[in-house]
């Protein structure tokens, strides 16, 4: 039997949100190439600056997220009407995203002896970016419709809020073994959630 031809209108989304894609791509491109670099500068200079596991699971946590936000983007493609403020929202979360492979690798991090003070030194802005950063997706969820939101279940509203107070407490200690599960946890719970919910699109 042969398939319907798409209606004009869902054509039209659909290539309106390549031209999208054509921004979020690049911005995307930037935050991966950027934390590549330094994994491969890493590798390349194991003794020029000691890393500190916690920091290197953070840059892979980040690493992910950004593969993820591109996968998960795709769906805005069929299930909303473009507007410039929707283009302008969408964007500055991929800038969001960004900052967060900025900071978890930055040029002043030459300027501590090893990444492990590095990465207490600069805890504040990463973990505040990342307390923003699940706050906006909230929003961006809910932009894909109601019922897109609610598919998710309960376990969604506790994922971010949860995320949202621990960065917030991550902010006020420099405790290593607070840091050290946090990480762990919520690298192991993120590819369990891409694994069960965003398998297939």
Same mark, same amino acid.
């Given at each position: ?13 659909v290539?309106l ?11 995307v491109?930037? *935050?991966l ?27 892979l946590? /980040?690493f992910v997220?950004?593969?993820h936000f591109? $996968? $998960? ?6 299930? /909303?009407? $473009? ?5 302008l929202f969408?964007t ?7 900052l ?20 207490y ?5 990463? @973990? ?7 706050? /906006?997706? @909230?929003?961006?969820?809910?932009i894909?419709?109601?019922?897109? @939101?609610?598919?998710? *279940?309960p376990?969604?509203?506790?994922r ?19 840091? *050290?599960?946090?990480v762990?946890? *919520?690298l192991?719970?993120?590819?369990? $959630? ?8």
């Open positions: 039997m042969p398939q319907a031809m798409p209606s004009p209108e869902a054509a039209s989304l290539t949100y390549v031209h999208v894609r054509v921004l979020l791509g690049m911005i491109g930037l *935050g190439t950027h934390l590549l670099r330094n994994f491969a500068n890493i590798i390349e200079n194991p003794r020029r600056r000691r890393v500190y596991w916690v920091h290197l699971l953070w840059a946590s /980040v997220y950004l593969i591109w $996968w $998960w983007e795709f769906r805005l493609s069929h299930l /909303v009407a $473009w507007s410039f403020n929707l283009y969408v500055l979360y991929a800038l969001l995203l960004y967060l492979c900025a900071l978890v690798f930055s040029d002043s991090a030459a300027e501590y002896r090893d990444y492990r003070e590095y990465f030194a600069r805890r504040h802005w990463f @973990f505040g970016l990342l307390a923003l950063v699940y706050a /906006v997706d @909230f929003a961006d969820t809910w894909k419709g109601p019922e897109y @939101f609610h598919q998710f *279940g376990e969604y509203l506790v971010n809020g949860a995320y949202i107070v621990l960065s917030l407490v991550a902010i006020a200690t420099r405790n290593p073994w607070y840091h *050290g599960i946090f762990v946890a *919520g192991l719970h993120q590819l369990s $959630w891409i694994t069960r919910q965003f398998e297939t699109l």
